[in-house]
């Protein structure tokens, strides 16, 4: 089956580095979605990426969707304490019951 | 416009009891998916439904669990005889399409002693 995997599963930086996380997936996907979880929460959705070398922007988040649609990536600039969390990448392929699956997340502390 | 919405929000079962959880789903969506999420862990997607019916349950345990939908109310995951592994968060989204994001509700921590 479709494998969603997102290594590590936890890292730490001091507040105002950046920061950058990978999801890769086993098979093509038709979209991959970004979801933050914070401690205790809920998972958010974040953004979807559905074209083919997609970038988009949310204030210092940049989220990029692979030339291959089998990877992303997650960029944060110049980290904060609000960003601590667990970020999860889900991705989609196409298909008449398509269904998100799920990376394990990378959790993300921040140190002030 | 209300989110998605769970009930309980915290659940304390013996083993062998049933547990019974319920999701309101988005206003105008008709897509619900269920998810598990053990500590530490990421989320294991368990059934998708919409309106009274099942569409994908690949990843719910044959055993004990069952999930419905019906035309009128929220959806309800049940869990018959449950046993100490069924401890965890379970959290429901809904989303308007298939394909769309998925809002999720703020789970229900299933404690079972």
């Known amino acids: 089956g479709q494998q969603v995997m997102q290594i590590p599963q936890y890292q730490h930086v001091q507040e105002g580095e950046d920061f950058t996380t990978y999801c890769n997936s086993s098979t093509t996907l038709s979209n991959i979605q970004w979801y933050k979880q914070r401690p205790g929460g809920h998972p958010v959705f974040l953004i979807q990426?559905?074209?083919?070398?997609e970038v988009k922007k949310q204030k210092r988040l940049t989220f990029q969707f692979g030339e291959a649609k089998k990877n992303s990536s997650l960029h944060i600039t110049a980290t904060q304490t609000t960003d601590v969390g667990t970020y999860f990448c889900a991705g989609e392929t196409a298909g008449a019951n398509s269904k998100l699956t799920f990376g394990k997340g990378i959790t993300l502390s921040v140190r002030p | 416009n209300a989110g998605v919405m769970q009930n309980p929000r915290h659940l304390v079962r013996r083993r062998g009891q049933e547990a019974r959880l319920r999701c309101s789903p988005m206003k105008g969506h008709s897509h619900v998916y269920w998810y598990r999420q053990l500590p530490e862990e990421g989320l294991k997607f368990m059934v998708y439904l919409q309106k009274e019916n099942i569409i994908d349950e690949s990843g719910m345990p044959k055993e004990r669990f069952s999930a419905e939908f019906p035309k009128e109310g929220p959806s309800i995951l049940r869990i018959q005889q449950v046993v100490r592994g069924d401890s965890a968060a379970y959290f429901c989204?809904?989303?308007?399409?298939?394909?769309?994001?998925?809002?999720f509700g703020p789970g229900t921590r299933l404690t079972v002693t």
């Open positions: 990426l559905v074209k083919s070398g």
């Open positions: 989204a809904s989303s308007s399409l298939v394909a769309y994001e998925q809002y």
